[in-house]
């Protein structure tokens, strides 16, 4: 099976999508994939272990992708060998009456991983830069004082919007949030295809509805926001990966070796020293319960 390295799929200089290849050959069988993605998602438990019991970093992985990029299970296979207690996944929908009463980033500022934790955003706050900006008039429903009609929402907004973002993850970064971001790069025809198999296959049946394919009519739109937003906000404390997408095992492997490769390069993550005290007393400790 190929070696990958993780810098390939690192966004850097101008990113073109159409450049970006949505399938990538690890020269293996989809059952070595697999294989492999399980060897890496056990030592990445592992480690989510140890950064529990570190106690100094938090990871944020945020996953965004155009319709049936494969999100979901992507999130549940990737992380499928962690400890509960140290993984939440938040899926971001419509924002409520109340979240739209606070600025567009309060509830994701809500449920950042406190520092030992991983969280996961199936969706993030990428989506009011892309979502709103291929449909404007959502971001009339923020209410804000400045921006009274569509011909307020300039590309003066987007570029502020960029710049809070930016401010908001170099913020999370100093104080000790790992952030990672995939973008899930599918191709249409495999997007074709997906859609095709939630109408004929009856269990998939529910995951289809009729929007996908107004949203689908949109493809141009969202590909050059989504180009315009990586190139804006790839930064070196929360970098864009552009994940091949279009064969699952193979996106699923890369994501799971960029966290893996990455995480191991934080050299000061171990598990923490057992206090003197505690440490001198432990045969005592032992001889305490052997004797009840």
Same mark, same amino acid.
């Given at each position: 099976m190929k070696n990958i390295k993780i810098d390939h799929f690192k966004a850097s200089g101008p990113v073109v999508l159409e450049e970006h290849k949505t399938i990538y050959d690890l020269n293996a069988s989809e059952d070595k994939i697999e294989k492999e993605l399980e060897e890496v998602r056990v030592t990445l438990g592992k480690l989510q272990d140890t950064m529990y019991a570190h106690g100094k970093y938090a990871v944020l992985v945020c996953i965004q992708g155009m319709d049936t990029a494969g999100k979901d299970s992507m999130i549940r296979e990737v992380f499928k060998d962690f400890n509960t207690r140290g993984i939440v996944v938040h899926s971001f929908k419509t924002p409520t009456p109340l979240e739209l009463k606070h600025d567009y980033l309060w509830r994701h500022y809500l449920r950042l991983p406190a520092r030992g934790k991983f969280g996961i955003f199936n969706r993030t706050h990428y989506e009011n830069v892309l979502v709103t900006r291929v449909h404007p008039q959502y971001v009339l429903g923020e209410n804000l004082p400045n921006v009274t009609s569509l011909? +307020?929402?300039?590309?003066?907004?987007?570029?502020?919007?960029?710049?809070?973002?930016?401010?908001?993850?170099? /913020?999370?970064? +100093?104080? &000790?949030?790992i952030v990672f971001k995939f973008f899930l790069h599918l191709s249409k025809s495999e997007q074709k295809d997906r859609l095709l198999r939630r109408l004929e296959k009856k269990e998939k049946n529910w995951k289809f #509805?009729? &929007?996908? !394919?107004?949203?689908?009519? !949109?493809?141009?739109? *969202?590909? /050059?926001?989504?180009? +315009?937003?990586?190139?804006n906000t790839s930064k070196p404390h929360a970098p864009w990966y552009i994940i091949p997408a279009d064969d699952k095992a193979t996106a699923r492997y890369i994501v799971a070796r960029v966290l893996l490769d990455t995480l191991q390069t934080y050299h000061d993550i171990e598990e923490p020293e057992l206090d003197d005290e505690i440490k001198? /007393? !432990?045969? #005592? *400790?032992?001889?305490?319960l052997e004797n009840e």
């Open positions: 011909e +307020d929402i300039d590309e003066t907004f987007w570029e502020r919007r960029f710049k809070e973002i930016n401010n908001f993850e170099q /913020h999370i970064a +100093d104080n &000790g949030t #509805s009729p &929007g996908d !394919l107004k949203e689908r009519e !949109l493809w141009d739109a *969202y590909q /050059h926001c989504y180009e +315009d937003a990586i190139n001198a /007393h !432990l045969e #005592s *400790y032992k001889q305490q």
